[in-house]
């Protein structure tokens, strides 16, 4: 209607593209608006509620003469339906769902027209009730389980019970193995690897933590309820390790409570100091309110092996009780090296030692 594009302008066209009208140019009765560059039809209500489904009068969308309409080609009692009117716009939609005459759904993916196959019902949740194909749901408080893995990042796993009354007031993690059928398994129910790196040129004077166990007994401020009880013991880490079940049977080769390896596989990297085992200072007092000891080792019938040179800054203390040790001025029975002599403490004074 007009001899250039206006945008804005709105008209109501009253003519239809024959048949053979390029889609790009087919127009039919109804408002159009101007874009600036194109004419649009303007869709009404009752069409715009059921765009979603175009129905077509052949099997298949790319059939000779097939049309299109938003109504179907037949009413309810089978005969042919007056409002099935060609409309060429109809053609080629992506997300619109193209019915055709023997009851199959179509699609088309911006090229070509396809079967349409319906996406799977989405479970409500990623996890199923433990020991079930049950979607979880809901379901705040029961066991939980799911196949494959989790990744969890920039966050916190984060599990607390906030009273204890009787049993174990814990929060578990617990991986039941299979039985394996010989080979190489290295069956592992827990790994944590960090890998981490400072910038060339620069200085990280923090500390990488792979693992960081926090057993505290807190103050008022950081759960229910003030404190001021008595705990029995407190463990940073507990490990029970070897065979536990009464009915194991089997044959295990060797039993390590902690094993530790120090890796440097890299000619290009420098590590200035290794520490297998590194206890610090903390609380360095021993009395009667702290006593504290780095090394704490029970047992008489077991033997305690150390390979390489040992360092005793203060001497070794032998066949003494753990309180004759550490009573009075904690020297008695002490081995020491001073002077180049090797000296013993008789629980009055140093004496060197004769070797005869």
Do not use: C
Not at 262 to 269: G, I
Not at 311 to 328: N, P, R, T, Y
């Amino acid at each position: 209607p007009l001899s250039a594009h206006v945008q804005g302008m709105t008209v109501y066209n009253t003519a239809t593209s024959a048949e053979g009208t390029p889609d790009a140019e087919v127009v039919m009765p109804g408002m159009y608006y101007n874009n600036g560059t194109n004419w649009i039809r303007l869709i009404s209500q009752s069409e715009s509620q059921s765009l979603t489904n175009v129905y077509i009068d052949t099997n298949t969308p790319t059939d000779t003469g097939a049309k299109f309409s938003i109504n179907p080609p037949f009413d309810d009692e089978g005969d042919a339906n007056a409002d099935f009117v060609n409309d060429d716009s109809l053609k080629g939609k992506t997300g619109v769902l193209y019915i055709a005459l023997d009851g199959s759904i179509w699609s088309y993916n911006g090229s070509s027209y396809v079967t349409y196959t319906a996406p799977a019902t989405p479970a409500t949740t990623a996890w199923y009730l433990a020991g079930t194909t049950t979607d979880a749901g809901g379901s705040k408080t029961a066991t939980i389980e799911r196949n494959g893995g989790l990744i969890i990042k920039n966050g916190n796993i984060l599990q607390e019970k906030k009273t204890g009354v009787s049993g174990t007031a814990a929060a578990r993690f617990y991986v039941n193995t299979p039985e394996y059928q010989g080979g190489a398994i290295n069956p592992i129910s827990m790994m944590v690897r960090m890998e981490t790196k400072v910038a060339n040129g620069k200085t990280n004077t923090g500390v990488a933590v792979g693992i960081g166990v926090r057993t505290y007994y807190s103050g008022a401020s950081n759960n229910v309820g003030t404190g001021g009880g008595i705990m029995n013991v407190a463990k940073g880490i507990e490990v029970l390790y070897g065979s536990y079940a009464a009915d194991a049977k089997g044959t295990l080769n060797e039993a390590h409570g902690l094993y530790l390896r120090a890796y440097k596989t890299s000619s290009n990297m420098k590590i200035k100091v290794l520490y297998d085992i590194y206890t610090a200072g903390g609380v360095n007092a021993y009395n009667d309110d702290n006593k504290h000891y780095g090394l704490y080792i029970t047992g008489q019938g077991k033997k305690n092996y150390v390979g390489g040179k040992t360092l005793f800054q203060q001497g070794i203390q032998l066949s003494l009780s753990v309180d004759e040790a550490f009573s009075g001025d904690g020297l008695k029975y002490t081995l020491r090296v001073s002077g180049g002599k090797l000296q013993f403490h008789d629980g009055t004074s140093w004496k060197d030692v004769v070797l005869q």
